[in-house]
């Protein structure tokens, strides 16, 4: 695969990593407001809250055992799939919670269930990005991992000043 090829790859994997970080972290700001949206207690609310952990824990482990059997494009077509499905999920319970005179607890089973597949999704998008970065690049491995990481840290200031724009 020649140079430009893997500049492409290692950009995709880097909007992928920002593309994860946006989702943590916007959740993390916007529980408060989901608690008022949904009238959520803090048990509730701190469901939520750990639903988006531990699968990213759990996925980035199932994926990397079995990551090689079932493919990159596998791996990034489930993450796709999953942020798109989350999107869905989130802006529709919203519609379904009508402000807290609708259905909040139809709205708090869709930011539920939403965030567990979140959390899949972006330990998924961390089991494949290491592995092909550290292929195509594997004579500067560490270089090259090092500034795929900082797609992280940007996407949580990037997404935190956003989210915390929407008030």
Not at 1 to 7: E, P
Not at 35 to 45: G, I, K, V
Not at 52 to 67: D, E
Request: charged share 10%; net charge neutral; glycine share 14%.
């Amino acid at each position: 695969m020649n140079n430009d090829n893997n500049q492409r790859i290692f950009w995709g994997c880097f909007l992928a990593l920002i593309t994860t970080a946006f989702g943590f972290i916007s959740r993390v700001f916007l529980i408060n407001e989901w608690s008022t949206e949904f009238n959520l207690d803090p048990a509730q609310a701190g469901r939520l809250a750990g639903i988006g952990i531990w699968p990213f824990a759990v996925s980035i482990i199932a994926f990397s055992l079995f990551i090689d059997r079932i493919g990159y494009k596998v791996a990034m077509t489930i993450s796709f799939l999953g942020y798109m499905i989350w999107s869905i999920m989130g802006v529709s319970a919203f519609f379904v919670s009508g402000g807290g005179e609708g259905n909040p607890d139809l709205g708090f089973k869709l930011l539920y269930w939403g965030s567990l597949i979140l959390g899949l999704c972006n330990g998924t998008v961390e089991a494949y990005i290491n592995p092909i970065v550290a292929t195509l690049f594997n004579k500067d491995k560490t270089k090259w991992l090092n500034i795929l990481h900082a797609g992280w840290p940007g996407g949580l200031v990037l997404a935190g000043l956003g989210t915390i724009g929407l008030d």
